[in-house]
């Protein structure tokens, strides 16, 4: 029987994953796959604690790091409740097992002056910088996924209510856009895209320069070099500007349940971290700013 196939299937199916977990849970249970037949067992439901066991030891030995232990062990919970769920086993040899928790890194944000430089690094007299401008002002207006960016199609924005439908998440959901991004989208769609089309019948809001749908790691060169420009030193990812949207609404009084909503995220612990890192950026400020803060005991 192919397990990895029925179980991404499952995933699919039931699930309703992101593709970049669906990807990842794929590859966990591959290489897990991979190990039991090195160790001449032949199917997974033969496996039981003592083999997960090791092939978490196998992984912590060969460097990888905490989460992505982590990352592992969740998978193949999720692999054997799969095979609970749909009678191969009993019991779920994965739950009991615990490795160490990887500390959670706080989500790099910039600050307001590293934004506006940001949104300002490309030229919107060229084509290539209209289209930057949009995408960037788009991104930072309403925090969604880069993955949700470039399957945005031309319906997908209504630039006279000013609001976006982002079908990213399971139900879908509906997020203002500020005027500003609603002027470089505008800007885009009559000047640039019609131009740049492969064909009438393409549906992509943003696209290459050969008319096709962008991709996330086109995006990806796009921010390094528009990073790169704007003179900022952090370590931007294509994430930097979803990170920044949730953390300034907070800063700026927006409730956690609002940014949630906005955001789609299903578990509000997602979004609380945000709220850990406000708190580190006042502490940053009140350490360096007040007078007698600075002061030593």
């Not at 029987?1 to 039931?14: G, I, N, P, R």
């Not at 002027?183 to 050969?210: G, K, M, P, T």
């Not at 708190?279 to 005991?297: L, M, S």
Request: charged share 25%; net charge neutral.
């Amino acid at each position: 029987m192919d397990y990895l196939a029925s179980f991404e299937q499952y995933l699919v199916d039931y699930k309703s994953l992101a593709s970049n977990t669906l990807s990842s849970y794929r590859k966990d249970v591959e290489c897990y796959l991979r190990f039991l037949d090195e160790q001449g067992i032949l199917s997974p439901v033969e496996a039981g604690e003592d083999v997960i066991r090791r092939f978490i030891d196998k992984l912590q030995e060969a460097g990888r790091s905490p989460s992505t232990v982590t990352r592992s062990l969740a998978s193949l919970r999720s692999f054997y409740q799969y095979l609970m769920l749909f009678g191969y086993m009993d019991q779920n040899p994965a739950k009991e097992i615990k490795v160490e928790r990887a500390q959670k890194k706080l989500p790099q944000i910039l600050n307001s002056q590293e934004i506006e430089r940001l949104l300002n690094a490309p030229n919107p007299l060229e084509f290539k910088g209209c289209r930057d401008k949009a995408m960037l002002e788009l991104l930072y207006a309403t925090g969604i996924r880069v993955s949700e960016l470039v399957h945005l199609d031309v319906g997908d924005v209504n630039l006279e209510v000013g609001i976006l439908h982002c079908r990213g998440s399971r139900s879908g959901r509906v997020i203002p856009i500020y005027p500003t991004a609603v002027e470089a989208v505008s800007d885009y769609v009559s000047r640039v895209r019609a131009v740049i089309a492969a064909s009438d019948s393409e549906n992509a809001l943003f696209l290459n320069l050969n008319g096709q749908r962008l991709t996330r790691q086109g995006f990806w060169k796009i921010i390094k070099s528009c990073a790169q420009s704007a003179h900022i030193d952090k370590d931007i990812t294509p994430h930097t500007l979803r990170h920044s949207f949730a953390a300034h609404l907070l800063e700026n009084g927006a409730q956690l349940k609002d940014i949630q909503e906005m955001m789609g995220h299903v578990d509000i612990s997602s979004t609380q971290v945000y709220a850990q890192v406000v708190q580190e950026r006042f502490k940053d400020v009140y350490q360096n700013c007040h007078p007698r803060a600075k002061q030593r005991a």
